[in-house]
């Protein structure tokens, strides 16, 4: 079946700008995350819906970041006002329920000129 | 604070050759290590899990509580096998929110 989708593949926007990246997980999975790989760095988590649950967004660099998710199925992460420093390789990965392995999206490369 | 360290940003070694690639982790309760690879213009994807305790394209990676390592081996590297490969802790109890590693790249040389 098909994988994690993410779009678009990649995003180039002016400073100050604010942009939405969406995904689409594997159908069924009640677990979805947001992970964040700037350059020269790891991966950096910074989401998780689970179901129905309160989502954990103890990840989120700042308040300009917010995610929903809706209908327990496609979420959208969006950046306001977006700084240079906000570029990077926007990864979402789904799985069953939390604590399952997790299955990648080929991520969003956002750039901030 | 949980932290996971690969302290080699590149590996290089010829193939044939035995290949380790370090990971060590802190954190006081029991967690569960994963390494996740990324081959070139391919996703990152689930290589192994230290509960699963298999061999997954001849890799290999034991779990040393007492020095808190989880080290990714394989006795005979293949040109396949270059890649970016990651190690992630999920904490005990948690619901799977990773903390990764910054990665290895792994070059194998013909």
């Known amino acids: 079946g098909a994988g994690v989708s993410q779009s678009p593949s990649n995003k180039v926007t002016e400073k100050g700008k604010d942009v939405e990246l969406r995904c689409d997980p594997i159908s069924g999975h009640t677990a979805l995350y947001w992970y964040r790989q700037s350059l020269g760095q790891g991966l950096e988590f910074l989401i998780y819906f689970q179901g129905n649950s309160a989502p954990d967004k103890s990840g989120l660099p700042s308040d300009r970041f917010s995610a929903e998710r809706t209908g327990g199925s496609v979420s959208t992460l969006t950046i306001q006002r977006t700084q240079q420093e906000d570029s990077a390789v926007y990864l979402c990965?789904?799985?069953?329920?939390?604590?399952?392995?997790?299955?990648f999206g080929d991520g969003t490369r956002l750039s901030i000129l | 604070a949980q932290r996971v360290t690969q302290p080699e940003k590149l590996l290089s070694v010829f193939k044939g050759a035995p290949v380790e690639l370090k990971c060590n982790y802190s954190y006081s309760g029991s967690p569960e290590l994963f390494w996740y690879v990324q081959y070139s213009r391919q996703r990152l994807q689930l290589l192994l899990r230290?509960?699963s305790r298999e061999s997954i394209k001849g890799f290999t990676a034991d779990l040393n509580k007492g020095e808190t390592s989880f080290h990714l081996k394989k006795p005979f590297a293949q040109e396949e096998d270059s890649a970016m490969y990651y190690c992630a802790l999920n904490r005990s109890g948690n619901t799977g929110k990773l903390i990764f590693g910054q990665g290895t790249t792994l070059q194998v040389k013909p």
């Open positions: 230290h509960i």
């Open positions: 990965a789904s799985s069953r329920t939390g604590g399952q392995p997790q299955h």
